[in-house]
């Protein structure tokens, strides 16, 4: 086995045929049965075959979707067999682990399948080291395992931020995120605006709520929450700003059905706040308590991309 970080790869290994994914980066949640895996493929719209082979190869893998260049792989802990067969089953996950504070991921592929698994994994940002196996290229099969820092999903609802006259939640939450990411270095995954019940009488105008989500060590769970709210409060227009957070992988279902029916009528702030305290969904109040309805919804909708913009109501 042949152990090298991202830095020792390129030097060792410049071989034309070799190209470097952007980035991996693993999170979990505090029960620690499953991975979400993220790597940003290198090729500019990413690469549906290899979401195709991954599924169909691994048991292992739960959930495959692709995003442009995103991939995103819902894997379980755990060991198995790949039984990987030319242009059928040609590459997947073979084992998840999860340890103190890194993930390692080993991958198996056939031909060019493993050479992704081990150099152009290898090379990326946010890999702490690589552990090469078989090597791969031509008909011979690659298997590496890819070690990268272990990371906690956070994810972030908010809504109300602006007036009638001025402002504007999304490109606020937006900017808010990217100051933080360039500040403190927490990675700064996806930004959802999410379509709530147009025929609310009180929204400004389009009636909309927000979903940040980042990834960053366990320890610094708490100063992204306070960095959040500290920026909202100095921005914000409006006296009923707020925000929720939540750091599990799977949405609770009670939650996801509120989102629904938050797009569909109105609702109202006590049950946010009972929803949210059932869920253990944390709450914090910016300027007031109203946004929580919103920002609870959001956190509901997360995961349903089908229903981040879909109205319902009749115009």
């Not at 030097?11 to 070799?18: N, P």
């Not at 979990?28 to 719209?45: A, G, R, S, W």
């Not at 067969?85 to 991921?105: L, M, N, Y």
């Not at 007036?163 to 930004?191: R, S, V």
């Amino acid at each position: 086995m042949e152990i090298l970080t991202p830095d020792e790869l390129k030097e060792k290994y410049t071989d034309a045929w070799i190209t470097p994914y952007h980035e991996i980066l693993t999170v979990t949640d505090n029960d620690e049965d499953k991975i979400e895996l993220i790597e940003y493929h290198p090729c500019p719209v990413g690469s549906d075959w290899m979401i195709t082979q991954y599924q169909r190869t691994s048991p292992l893998i739960l959930e495959a979707k692709r995003d442009g260049n995103k991939h995103t792989y819902l894997v379980k802990k755990g060991k198995t067999t790949l039984d990987l067969k030319p242009s059928f089953c040609a590459a997947g996950i073979e084992e998840a682990i999860i340890g103190d504070d890194e993930i390692k991921i080993i991958h198996a592929g056939l031909a060019g399948a493993g050479v992704g698994a081990a150099f152009c994994r290898g090379k990326a940002a946010g890999v702490k080291r690589v552990e090469i196996f078989e090597k791969g290229g031509g008909s011979k099969v690659g298997k590496a395992a890819v070690v990268t820092p272990k990371l906690r999903k956070v994810i972030i609802g908010i809504d109300d931020t602006d007036i009638p006259t001025e402002g504007a939640t999304w490109t606020l939450a937006n900017n808010i995120a990217t100051e933080i990411q360039d500040e403190k270095g927490y990675k700064y995954l996806e930004h959802i605006t999410c379509q709530l019940y147009p025929n609310n009488p009180n929204k400004t105008k389009n009636c909309v709520s927000i979903i940040l989500v980042f990834a960053v060590k366990d320890e610094d769970k708490e100063d992204l929450i306070n960095s959040i709210k500290s920026k909202l409060k100095k921005d914000t227009l409006s006296e009923n700003t707020a925000f929720v957070v939540y750091d599990k992988l799977d949405i609770p279902q009670e939650v996801k059905n509120y989102g629904i029916e938050a797009k569909k009528s109105m609702k109202s702030f006590e049950e946010a706040e009972k929803i949210a305290k059932r869920n253990n969904i944390h709450i914090e109040y910016v300027t007031g308590k109203a946004g929580l309805i919103g920002a609870l919804a959001a956190i509901g909708l997360y995961n349903s991309p089908e229903e981040y913009a879909k109205v319902y109501s009749d115009e």
